[in-house]
């Protein structure tokens, strides 16, 4: 892992695989480091010549923090830091691979700079709200106006948050020791587990929704979707690939509002490397 620095931040950023393949950018969720994605599934990317990078989104991680509640930056800085790595990595163009607020930056991003971007792979993500497109699960309603914030200060205490936010995303069982894992390293590498794990709530979003330049993207587009997200319930991910020209969808039965799963990795990663091969 290295630290980048740019526009106003450092990012933590690390590759896998030659730089000299093509270059799979992953764009995690909001309030999420790099570790949302696992390193096994990079490698397996990284396998099929590719050179894969993921980060810590400014705020989580090893990349720079603000104060909790206090973000200095728009949301729009997420995008532009995405490209900005890109320049530091000397990446002309690249595949975004994009889950949830990642997904949405990736759509964005191929609107706004299409020069640079090379395919979507948009994972658990909407272009959404909309009076079309149905609402989060009742279950999980409920669950965000129950939920009480825990002791920031407390290390078993927040992991066990996560927990029960990542039981609540994904409906039915799910490899507990790999979570608790998966959330030990995300706040044991941040520096202010508070601000980490918030501080993307509060971005201003400063401008208008986007689902109605779906239609003029041009570049070769995967939607993979959990059937049983209830975050964004499948008919998200159906619109995107009805409204983005040329989309393919996949539907996971068994993944909910996630990366993919190491289950579903014998089906995601050669759909991936197939989008980014061009074939």
């Given at each position: 892992?290295?630290l980048?620095?740019?526009?106003?931040?450092d990012?933590?950023?690390?590759?896998?695989?030659?730089?000299?393949?093509?270059a799979?950018?992953?764009?995690a969720?909001?309030?999420?480091?790099?570790?949302?994605?696992?390193?096994a599934f990079?490698?397996?990317?990284?396998?099929g010549?590719?050179?894969?990078?993921?980060?810590?989104h400014?705020?989580?991680?090893?990349s720079?923090?603000?104060?909790a509640?206090?973000?200095?930056?728009?949301?729009?800085?997420?995008?532009?830091?995405?490209i900005?790595?890109?320049?530091?990595?000397?990446?002309?163009?690249?595949?975004?691979?994009?889950?949830?607020?990642?997904?949405?930056?990736?759509?964005?991003?191929a609107?706004?700079?299409?020069?640079?971007v090379?395919?979507?792979?948009?994972?658990a993500?909407?272009?959404?709200?909309?009076?079309?497109?149905?609402?989060?699960?009742d279950?999980?309603r409920?669950?965000?106006?129950?939920?009480?914030?825990?002791?920031?200060?407390?290390?078993?205490?927040?992991i066990?948050?996560?927990?029960?936010f990542?039981?609540?995303?994904?409906?039915?069982?799910?490899?507990?020791p790999a979570a608790?894992?998966?959330?030990?390293?995300m706040?044991?590498?941040?520096?202010?587990t508070?601000?980490?794990?918030?501080?993307?709530?509060?971005?201003?979003?400063?401008?208008?929704?986007?689902?109605?330049?779906?239609?003029?993207?041009?570049?070769?587009?995967?939607?993979?979707?959990?059937?049983?997200?209830?975050?964004?319930p499948?008919?998200?991910?159906?619109?995107?690939?009805?409204?983005?020209?040329?989309?393919?969808?996949l539907?996971?039965p068994?993944?909910?509002?996630?990366?993919?799963?190491?289950?579903?990795w014998?089906v995601?990663?050669p759909?991936?490397?197939?989008?980014?091969?061009?074939?």
């Open positions: 892992m290295e980048v620095h740019v526009h106003g931040a990012l933590g950023v690390e590759t896998f695989g030659d730089p000299g393949q093509p799979l950018l992953l764009i969720g909001a309030n999420s480091s790099m570790d949302g994605w696992d390193p990079c490698a397996a990317l990284a396998a010549r590719r050179f894969v990078i993921r980060y810590d400014r705020d989580t991680g090893a720079t923090t603000w104060p509640g206090k973000p200095g930056y728009p949301a729009q800085a997420l995008q532009d830091d995405a900005a790595l890109l320049d530091a990595l000397g990446v002309g163009q690249a595949h975004l691979v994009g889950v949830s607020m990642g997904g949405a930056i990736a759509q964005l991003l609107l706004d700079r299409s020069d640079r090379a395919s979507l792979t948009l994972v993500t909407t272009s959404g709200p909309a009076e079309d497109l149905p609402p989060m699960a279950e999980l409920v669950y965000f106006g129950d939920i009480t914030p825990p002791d920031w200060s407390d290390r078993t205490a927040v066990e948050h996560l927990m029960g990542q039981h609540a995303l994904v409906p039915g069982p799910i490899d507990e608790r894992a998966m959330f030990a390293r706040v044991d590498r941040g520096s202010d508070e601000a980490n794990l918030n501080n993307h709530n509060h971005l201003d979003q400063g401008r208008e929704g986007w689902r109605s330049r779906l239609g003029s993207l041009r570049v070769p587009t995967l939607v993979i979707h959990g059937e049983r997200d209830p975050l964004f499948p008919g998200h991910g159906q619109a995107l690939a009805r409204e983005i020209p040329g989309a393919t969808k539907i996971l068994d993944m909910g509002h996630e990366a993919p799963p190491p289950a579903t014998d995601v990663v759909a991936i490397l197939q989008l980014t091969s061009g074939g």
